[in-house]
T-cell receptor
């Protein structure tokens, strides 16, 4: 079945460092790919998404490119801030009658001032 | 903005009690979902619903039931709460479509403790 694997955390970086959180997926079809973020004490919110191969999603300085050849959707940010400290979830939704989303286990990110 | 609200942020119940968790969305979404979130396990789907009065089991439905009497409201019911149901519960909603394009919108979560 479909699945998402993302790097385990926690990831600890200093402010202004470059961030990469790796995500790879397995899917039978042509999924849409998402990154969600969960700030402390809150629910998940969509950070960015890409619906087809080679699409780049971007938001709040974060970017991820849908790479079909490597089945990856790595999250990157050039210069992180303390306010980026959160848990990040990679996810996919495959096409078909089922509207379910499959989530990775999440990566906790700590940014030190 | 889409808004998904959950009835309580924090809830403490005793073993054996019947527990109701309520979720309401204001965007006329057909799809609604209940997840639980546990450290190291990520999000696990309990139940979902594609329309009023219909429900589908997710990955971990045991010990839970749901009710969807109105389009905007989706309730999760713990018939007899147990300590292993202590968790964060998240509700979500989305448009239908089968394209996979539509993201889910989440509520703030209910942290349930069963003692």
């Amino acid at each position: 079945g479909d699945s998402v694997t993302q790097m385990e955390g926690p990831v600890t970086l200093s402010e202004e460092a470059f961030l990469t959180i790796n995500c790879t997926y397995t899917a039978t079809g042509y999924p849409s790919l998402f990154w969600y973020v969960q700030y402390p004490g809150e629910g998940l919110q969509l950070l960015l998404k890409a619906t087809k191969a080679d699409d780049k999603g971007s938001n709040k300085g974060f970017e991820a490119t849908y790479r079909k050849e490597t089945t990856s959707f790595h999250l990157e940010k050039g210069s992180v801030q303390v306010s980026d400290s959160a848990v990040y979830f990679c996810a996919l939704s495959d096409r078909g009658e089922d509207d379910k989303i499959i989530f990775g286990k999440g990566t906790r990110l700590h940014i030190l001032p | 903005d889409v808004k998904v609200t959950q009835s309580s942020r924090y809830l403490v119940k005793r073993t054996g009690e019947k527990v109701f968790l309520e979720c309401v969305q204001d965007m006329d979404h057909e799809n609604m979902f209940w997840y639980r979130q546990d450290p190291g396990l990520g999000l696990r789907l309990i139940y979902f619903s594609y329309d009023v009065k219909m429900k589908e089991k997710g990955d971990i439905p045991e010990g839970y039931s749901v009710s969807r009497e109105k389009k905007e409201r989706f309730s999760l019911i713990l018939e007899s709460a147990s300590t292993n149901q202590t968790s964060m519960y998240l509700c979500a909603s989305s448009f239908p479509g089968g394209t996979g394009h539509y993201e889910q919108y989440f509520g703030p979560g209910t942290r349930l403790t069963v003692t």
